[in-house]
């Protein structure tokens, strides 16, 4: 997102504005209680450190360069230069799907873009098969650890994604 300071938003502000993302969700529930806390105590002290980060990116409209007829808007991930591929534990893509009027199978195929110049190509990386119930909204977690090595190690190969789903 780029923002110069982390934004002053309280949770039910944020609980109204979002969809209950379970990523979002999870950093909610984990620092909304260490904010609560007005215990001054002492941090147990440990012999093993690590420092984890966990980074969550928006996806924003690809390069021109891979659109027809300005499609697809979405999905490009801009990554900072000081991750390294050989660091990353784990990768998800989570993709919400809209609640469907009955129950049903959505097929959910995601593909790496490609520019229209290179005979315009998209590159599958995963399809799926989801069964969804009648009314309900839900979240699917991808795994794209591979495809993220790839564009850390060859960011050039970073054109970004599209994400199609269908129904039966």
């Not at 996806?59 to 900072?80: G, N, Y």
């Not at 609640?99 to 995601?110: D, S, W």
């Amino acid at each position: 997102l780029r923002l110069k300071q982390a934004p002053n938003i309280s949770r039910d502000v944020v609980k109204q504005l979002l969809p209950k993302a379970p990523p979002l969700q999870q950093l909610l529930d984990q620092y909304d209680v260490l904010g609560d806390d007005s215990k001054d105590g002492a941090l147990e002290e440990d012999d093993e450190h690590a420092t984890t980060e966990t980074i969550m990116t928006m996806a924003t409209e690809p390069d021109p360069i891979v659109q027809v007829d300005r499609k697809p808007k979405c999905c490009f991930f801009s990554f900072s230069p000081k991750i390294q591929a050989n660091r990353i534990v784990r990768a998800q893509l989570w993709v919400h799907l809209r609640p469907a009027e009955e129950a049903t199978t959505v097929f959910l195929q995601i593909s790496r873009l490609m520019p229209v110049t290179d005979g315009g190509r998209h590159i599958r990386i995963r399809s799926l098969k989801i069964d969804v119930n009648a009314g309900v909204t839900s979240w699917q977690s991808i795994d794209v650890k591979q495809v993220l090595t790839v564009w850390l190690r060859q960011p050039e190969t970073n054109w970004g994604i599209e994400i199609n789903a269908y129904d039966a």
